[in-house]
T-cell receptor
Framework: NAGVTQTPKFQVLKTGQSMTLQCAQD?????MSWYRQDPGMGLRLIHY???????DQGEVPNGYNVSRSTTEDFPLRLLSAAPSQTSVYFC??????????????FGPGTRLTVL | GEDVEQSLFLSVREGDSSVINCTYT??????LYWYKQEPGAGLQLLTY?????DMKQDQRLTVLLNKKDKHLSLRIADTQTGDSAIYFC?????????????FGSGTRLSIRP
């Protein structure tokens, strides 16, 4: 199994550009999430999904869209990038809806810079 | 809303015990976690505890939970240089809320020779 994969690893955008951060998992996990990590602020939940076709907002959803058309993929879209979205983005997945516990997996992260 | 707080830095001597503390505000938290992040890497789940437990021990790691004070701690015995990392405290609810994990800002643990 490849686990949780994220692409790209690094990205530089200009203000106003759009892009999609890709996340995929091959473990048949129902739960997938997107977090952003900023210095001194830990990880903040952007959006999450409890299964294909179902998504919900986390703590900081503004400026981001998600969709979950398949179990495997959970892309994160930035419609009009802003410098405040400069961050490291982590995708995570888990299997057990009653508690992720030791089945929570994180991807390697995407480092995004918006100029 | 829910909040998880922890100190930003901790420095310990190699071989000593490290204790990383965390406080949280959500009284309905069901799961409390400790994650480790090494430089340039994603997060690795170290251990977790259910809210109805007081203590959990796993080799060099001991987690203590004071539910009344909403205080969680992680003790690493015999701290080694490989333990240098950022440690995140986190909490979530149960059932369908378990995937909505709220993280603290992380404690950077550095090891002195």
């Amino acid at each position: 199994n490849a686990g949780v994969t994220q692409t790209p690893k690094f990205q530089v955008l200009k203000t106003g550009q759009s892009m999609t951060l890709q996340c995929a998992q091959d473990m048949n996990h129902e739960y997938m999430s997107w977090y952003r990590q900023d210095p001194g602020m830990g990880l903040r939940l952007i959006h999450y999904s409890v299964g294909a076709g179902i998504t919900d907002q986390g703590e900081v959803p503004n400026g981001y869209n998600v969709s979950r058309s398949t179990t495997e993929d959970f892309p994160l879209r930035l419609l009009s990038a802003a410098p405040s979205q400069t961050s490291v983005y982590f995708c995570a997945s888990s299997y057990d809806p009653a508690g992720p516990t030791d089945t929570q997996y994180f991807g390697p992260g995407t480092r995004l810079t918006v100029l | 809303g829910e909040d998880v707080e922890q100190s930003l830095f901790l420095s310990v001597r190699e071989g000593d015990s490290s204790v990383i503390n965390c406080t949280y505000t959500d009284s309905s938290s069901t799961y409390l976690y400790w994650y480790k992040q090494e430089p340039g890497a994603g997060l690795q789940l170290l251990t977790y505890i259910f809210s109805n437990m007081d203590m959990k021990q796993d080799q060099r790691l001991t987690v203590l939970l004071n539910k009344k004070d909403k205080h969680l701690s992680l003790r690493i015995a015999d701290t080694q240089t490989g333990d240098s990392a950022i440690y995140f405290c986190a909490e979530s609810g149960g059932g369908s809320s378990a995937s909505k994990i709220i993280f603290g800002s992380g404690t950077r643990l550095s090891i002195r020779p």
